[in-house]
């Protein structure tokens, strides 16, 4: 047990997960039709999720691993360019590297790992 973590009481990683994309999201200003695309949902049920009558589960394994690396490129991209609009900036804006803009590219699988492994390499230079 972690020195946070109330007795008796475990960590619930759909909560947790939930909570992080809907707060990524949010900061880097995507919008609901957005996320779905990301996560491979439903409008509807992205709705459900920021209203918090959803959780995001393990065993639907495609959204929860979007998820994951939703929110690994948040933090990715928070590590490098460190507050908010720049963030949000730089996913609307073209990539040459990457050949589009990030947010667009995001849609997608091919895209995602794309632009992860461009965040992944950018931050090992810093």
């Avoid at 609901?32 to 992205?46: C, F």
């Avoid at 009558?53 to 394994?61: E, N």
């Avoid at 073209?94 to 632009?115: C, F, H, K, S």
Wanted: charged share 20%.
């Amino acid at each position: 047990m972690s020195a946070l973590q109330l007795p008796g009481k475990e960590p619930d990683p759909s909560a947790t997960l939930s909570k992080a994309v809907v707060r990524s999201a949010g900061i880097l200003g995507l919008s609901q039709a957005a996320l779905a695309e990301v996560l491979g949902v439903s409008g509807a049920t992205v709705s459900r999720l920021v209203g918090g009558s959803y959780r995001l589960a393990p065993s639907r394994k495609r959204e929860w691993e979007f998820a994951l690396l939703f929110v690994r490129l948040y933090r990715s991209l928070m590590a490098l360019v460190g507050n908010d609009a720049d963030a949000r900036t730089w996913l609307r804006n073209d990539n040459l590297a990457l050949g589009g803009r990030p947010v667009d590219l995001i849609a997608g699988a091919e895209g995602m790992v794309r632009v992860l492994q461009y965040l992944d390499a950018s931050r090992s230079r810093v």
